[in-house]
Nanobody, 126 residues
Framework: HVQLVESGGGSVETGGSLRLSCLVS????????MGWFRQYPEKELERIAT????????DVRASVKGRFTISQDKAKSTIDLQMNSLKAEDTAMYYC????????????????????WGQGTQVTVS
């Protein structure tokens, strides 16, 4: 039974940093695309960053590029989202996601088309 276990959320002052971590718990096989999303209250999911297990190729949303970095530790089966220079508008619930269905890295913003989600971790910037 594979699960995504997130950690690292919390409250921070404007300009501060947080590091979110997502552990893939359980035995998995094959190439996987993983990423981070966030969701504001009453809003749709917003894809923040993705990373491919095959080659660590990554993509980061333009609005956070330069402040957010995604990385992976394949030995530990974790991906991290380093968030620097945090702003009030970064306040949201952050979700880790994973999909094993493609030969390339793509995570739909429609949750129904992504295979696995974490439980979410709240980030509050004030």
């Amino acid at each position: 039974h594979v699960q995504l276990v997130e950690s690292g959320g919390g409250s921070v002052e404007t300009g501060g940093s947080l590091r979110l971590s997502c552990l893939v718990s359980g035995v998995t096989r094959g190439r996987r695309c993983m990423g981070w999303f966030r969701q504001y209250p009453e809003k749709e999911l917003e894809r923040i960053a993705t990373i491919f297990s095959e080659d660590s190729a990554s993509d980061v949303r333009a609005s956070v590029k330069g402040r957010f970095t995604i990385s992976q530790d394949k030995a530990k089966s974790t991906i991290d989202l380093q968030m620097n220079s945090l702003k009030a508008e970064d306040t949201a619930m952050y979700y880790c996601a994973a999909d094993w269905s493609g030969g390339y890295c793509y995570l739909s913003q429609d949750y129904r088309y992504v295979q696995l989600w974490g439980q979410g971790t709240q980030v509050t910037v004030s």
